[in-house]
């Protein structure tokens, strides 16, 4: 069981966010995190009392940030921000992507530079801890400035002067007051900057692209078992994998898919075993240099990720020791809020859209040593179709159809979100990332190119026991052995009548919870390189 995660904007970790977002896994405000925010918010509450210039505080928001607004009305300000944005629209978001996100406002919150209370964290992390999750629509956001919509109706759940808001509690959807009410926790009355510090921020977006990049990670592991056994199940020869010949050129991801697939398929007495054979499509040969390229492409955005997760995302910052920088840069002792960029999504949609593109491929390189799992003259004398023969009206032929249609459906998605921008906001906002579109469009090809492994291990497990039909007590790899278990074994309860879509769901659940990886000898993880071996 994960432990209690700190939260203090520096530390947080893409493990630490899963087990709060997925596992139910608790946090806490630190005391040194603590002690920032109450400094933070102490300028900012002096700076509303007075005549200081602070937007957000003291002005409009956006286009109307010339717009000074009177001390009697300021209360009032944070409240009328959310409901103003809570303007989101679509289906309501996954109650681990909302999970996420709480997490990941209270830690940017809590690095103390966003000039609001630590009571507002305080009560995010008693959310998580008890249950209580905002329902947030998932459509809405351009990721500039930031994901205003969706954050705007996850800070309306907080907020003690608005009636509207969901939440879901104890597995129901409940008005916001009644959801809080049951889970004892108290709403908040908003002041200064507490509503500019809830909604400003690309939390949406790097919530579903952490997650993304956590699950992406372990599935190219699983498409390069796949690839392993179909490989494998095709007698393909390995020549192609040996370190030598990727020493020559040095992309680290194709070394590591290259050694991967040397580990999984050690022992194998069926690789380089047709005589005369040099060299294989390039669906196989080609595995670590297209699966290499997209583990590099993930490692990316994993890095970039890892980043934002500990990243003050907001407008304006609150830095109350910048001093003077070599550059010349001096304060205005007075003036300690800085006005700034960072809530752009502009980052983490490029890396999302990296990652999406990259996971396209995995699945159209999937999708094509199945088609020659399945295709008579191209499987090395495998039954056309993967027919047996004593079920000769069951194939393999419409699993590698459902496969084609997803990889069909990624490419559709592929295009870069993060090219367009439509100006907002009277063209204050005259550039947005749309940064939440890319993660949203990633998170949907990651769970199609799930579907395609699933479809190719299970296809390439039935290829493999034909194989060792053909020849009792035949000696597989250590690793596809393993594997093949773990699939035969996702699918062992399932019935004669069972049709192939509940054999894909059975072997898409053995990936989602990791049952694949853990029963197979340790392969390299995304930007990892251990020594052979281990």
């Known amino acids: 069981m994960h432990g209690m995660v700190p939260i203090n904007g520096l530390g947080l970790t893409l493990s630490d966010l899963v087990a709060v977002a997925r596992q139910g896994a608790s946090a806490r405000l630190t005391d040194d995190a603590r002690a920032r925010m109450e400094a933070s918010w102490d300028w900012v509450k002096a700076a509303s009392a007075g005549d200081q210039v602070v937007y957000g505080v003291t002005t409009g928001f956006g286009s109307l940030a010339r717009v000074a607004i009177p001390a009697e009305q300021r209360a009032r300000l944070s409240v009328n921000l959310l409901r103003s944005h809570a ?26 530079a966003s000039g609001c209370r630590p009571l507002l964290v305080d009560t995010l992390l008693t959310m ?46 409940l008005p916001a007051p009644e959801a809080m009410a049951r889970a004892g ?65 040095p992309h680290p991801g194709a070394q590591d898919t290259a050694a991967n697939l040397r580990t999984l398929l050690c022992g194998s007495a069926l690789v380089d075993s047709v005589p005369g054979k040099v060299q294989d499509a390039y669906s196989l040969r080609c595995t670590p240099q297209v699966l290499g390229a997209c583990r590099d492409a993930a490692a990316y955005a994993q890095r970039v990720v890892e980043i934002e997760l500990n990243a003050v995302t907001d407008n304006p910052l609150i830095l109350l020791t910048a001093g003077v920088t070599d550059e010349g840069f001096a304060d205005d ?61 069951i194939g393999m032929l419409l699993p590698q159809t459902a496969a084609a249609a997803l990889v069909s459906e990624n490419k559709a998605l592929a295009w870069p979100a993060s090219v367009d921008s439509i100006p907002t ?46 020849q009792p007590g035949l000696r597989l790899g250590a690793g596809t052995a393993a594997a093949l278990a773990c699939v035969e074994g996702a699918i062992a309860h399932l019935g004669a009548d069972a049709v192939p879509a509940d054999h894909i769901a059975a072997v898409e659940s053995l990936l989602r919870d990791d049952g694949l990886l853990g029963a197979l ?14």
């Open 87 to 112: 303007a989101g629209v679509g289906p309501e978001l996954p109650v681990p992507v909302v999970r996420a996100m709480m997490l990941l406002r209270a830690n940017t919150l809590a690095r103390g």
């Open 333 to 393: 002792p007075l003036n300690r809020a800085y006005s700034a960029g960072h809530f752009h999504g502009e980052p983490v949609g490029i890396a999302l859209d990296v990652l999406k593109i990259a996971l396209c491929e995995v699945g159209s390189l999937s999708e094509r040593r199945l088609y020659r799992l399945t295709t008579g003259n191209l499987s090395q004398r495998l039954p056309p179709a993967l027919v047996r023969a004593d079920r000769p009206e």
């Open 425 to 470: 906001c009277e063209d204050q906002e005259d550039h947005v990332a749309m940064s939440t579109t890319a993660a949203r469009r990633c998170a949907v090809v990651l769970d199609n190119l799930r579907r395609i492994v699933a479809i190719e291990l299970w296809s390439a497990a039935h290829a493999l026991s034909f194989r060792r039909e053909e």
């Open 185 to 249: 926790i108290e709403r908040i009355e908003l002041f200064g900057k507490d509503g500019l510090a809830l909604t400003n921020g690309a939390q949406l977006t790097t919530a579903i692209g952490a997650l993304a990049c956590y699950d992406a990670d372990r599935l190219i592991q699983a498409a390069e078992v796949a690839a392993a056994m179909s490989i494998e199940a095709l007698k393909g020869a390995t020549r192609a994998f040996h370190p030598a010949v990727h020493a020559l050129r």
């Open 128 to 173: 998580l801890e008890r249950g209580v999750t905002p329902r947030v629509p998932s459509q809405g956001s351009c990721g500039s400035s930031g994901d205003l919509a969706p954050l705007a109706h996850l800070g309306m759940v907080l907020a003690r002067d608005i009636a509207d808001g969901e939440a879901r509690f104890g597995g129901e959807l």
């Open 521 to 534: 000898p340790l392969l390299r993880p995304l930007g990892g390189r251990p020594p052979e071996g281990r």
